[in-house]
């Protein structure tokens, strides 16, 4: 019987709001100015902490990419963030200092329509990098 409820703990918990990592970074893997992972699918729900690995940066909430009735967020410099996102839809995440340069991410929540194009007034950079970002 011990053994039987050990193994339950095992088991995937479905339904259970998790926690995602993305680093924030002057070097990646994927080039400079960038984090990663730089697009995430989430649930409803789910805790995404963005960690000041590298230097210099922040996550902050885009307000041309920000769902309807979502709040906005703003992390300070060099400090970690952990943002809940509860409201389904497509948020874009910039770091302030470095948003020309195309340092960007994308979250899809829930259930995201993927046709809507990405808005015209983000920085030429951030939308190159964002184009990029979802055509993987
Ligand atoms: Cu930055």
């Given at each position: 019987m011990r053994l039987f409820a050990c193994l339950l703990t095992l088991l995937p918990v479905v339904g259970l709001a998790e926690t995602h990592e993305v680093n924030m970074l002057t070097r990646g893997e994927t080039g400079a100015?960038?984090?990663?992972?730089?697009y995430l699918e989430i649930a409803p729900g789910d805790t995404v902490r963005f960690l000041?690995?590298?230097?210099?940066h922040n996550a902050a909430s885009i307000p041309e990419m920000l769902p309807e009735g979502a709040a906005r967020f703003i992390g300070k410099i060099d400090e970690e963030i952990a943002v809940t996102f509860d409201v389904e839809g497509r948020y874009g995440v910039k770091c302030s200092p470095h948003y020309a340069m195309g340092m960007v991410m994308i979250i899809d929540v829930?259930?995201?329509?993927?046709s809507v194009p990405l808005?015209?007034?983000?920085p030429r950079r951030a939308r190159e990098r964002m184009a990029i970002l979802l055509a993987q």
């Amino acid at each position: 019987m011990r053994l039987f409820a050990c193994l339950l703990t095992l088991l995937p918990v479905v339904g259970l709001a998790e926690t995602h990592e993305v680093n924030m970074l002057t070097r990646g893997e994927t080039g400079a100015m960038v984090y990663e992972p730089g697009y995430l699918e989430i649930a409803p729900g789910d805790t995404v902490r963005f960690l000041p690995v590298q230097g210099g940066h922040n996550a902050a909430s885009i307000p041309e990419m920000l769902p309807e009735g979502a709040a906005r967020f703003i992390g300070k410099i060099d400090e970690e963030i952990a943002v809940t996102f509860d409201v389904e839809g497509r948020y874009g995440v910039k770091c302030s200092p470095h948003y020309a340069m195309g340092m960007v991410m994308i979250i899809d929540v829930g259930e995201v329509d993927p046709s809507v194009p990405l808005p015209e007034a983000l920085p030429r950079r951030a939308r190159e990098r964002m184009a990029i970002l979802l055509a993987q």
